[in-house]
């Protein structure tokens, strides 16, 4: 990834998650904070540098000035206001919209070739209102969307199944929150379907250990919050992920949120699905066999943001 330049704006606890995350991984050859707290832009910007002898070679940098994101390949946004205890994802959409609506611009201003990843919460509705705000074309601006909320899903399933979590290939689609879809109909454990998997001789994938893994991977967000104020290490890892699928131009299918032209018959909303992710951002969306009751459930979860959506003017 030499010579390709990250740029992440808001340097709070996600922020410089995903600066570290992405400096130890070796996801850029240069990365750059941008936070309008210049005394907290250059502490990080301080720490991360003081262990570059540890990791691949990156150029570090931050200021309190939105130029220093100019000339990135892409752009990060993780500013906006912090979700508390209590406190849904869609709670935080008109203050984070209106962030996003000034901003975006301003960002592709000064990284015009610039893919731009929003992780900012409510990501799908952000997302939504970024993409609008600046015409983009298909995918140039997308989300985090359920990337983080699928490998916690697989982790669960994981542990229940006995095997390393590699082994596990799971995902959930629709909106990154409460009313997400994990599916069932599609996971397998080494090639062995959910409803097929057995351990010690029986089927260990019941309806209420599926509802109950369901509810852990819609909540766990919320218990992490309360416990320590906010979710940034995963997260943080899952966002380098995705840029080094972009900076690789790996065609890497992940559960990204991108505004949505007909898959599953959704249009008009940014929502979660199996996206090939390349150095175009989130390019083909894949239309994965869904069950009755996930199909209901993905039309509903574009219902829910939809309705967000227009609430709030977008």
């Not at 998650?17 to 832009?41: E, M, P, Q």
Request: aromatic share 4%.
């Amino acid at each position: 990834m030499r010579g390709r330049k990250v740029s992440i704006v808001g340097a709070g606890s996600v922020g410089t998650a995903i600066a570290y995350a992405c400096l130890i991984r070796g996801s850029a050859g240069a990365l750059a904070l941008f936070d309008t707290n210049t005394a907290k832009v250059r502490a990080e910007i301080l720490d991360l540098n003081h262990g570059s002898q540890f990791v691949p070679p990156c150029r570090v940098d931050g200021a309190d000035d939105i130029a220093v994101t100019a000339g990135s390949d892409v752009v990060i946004v993780t500013a906006g206001a912090k979700q508390h205890p209590g406190q849904s994802r869609l709670d935080l959409a008109a203050a984070n919209v209106l962030m996003a609506q000034t901003l975006t611009p301003r960002l592709v201003e000064q990284s015009p070739n610039a893919v731009v990843l929003f992780v900012t919460n409510p990501v799908d509705v952000v997302t939504y209102a970024a993409t609008r705000a600046v015409g983009a074309g298909p995918g140039r601006i997308f989300g985090s969307g359920t990337v983080l909320d699928s490998s916690r899903f697989r982790y669960l399933v994981a542990q229940r199944a006995a095997v390393d979590v590699g082994n596990v290939h799971a995902v959930v689609i629709g909106e990154h929150g409460d009313s997400e879809i994990a599916l069932w109909s599609t996971l397998s454990v080494g090639g062995v379907r959910a409803d097929a998997y057995r351990l010690d001789g029986r089927l260990i994938f019941d309806e209420a250990t599926r509802a109950a893994i369901g509810a852990d991977v819609v909540n766990a967000a919320y218990e992490i919050i309360a416990g320590k104020g906010a979710t940034n290490l995963a997260i943080g890892l899952a966002t380098a992920r995705i840029v080094e699928a972009v900076l690789g131009d790996q065609h890497r299918v992940l559960p990204v949120s991108r505004v949505q032209d007909g898959a599953h018959g959704i249009t008009g909303v940014a929502l979660s699905l199996p996206t090939v992710v390349s150095a175009g951002g989130a390019g083909r969306v894949l239309e994965v066999e869904l069950s009755p009751a996930e199909h209901d459930g993905l039309h509903r979860s574009a219902h829910t943001l939809r309705d967000i959506q227009e609430s709030l003017g977008i």
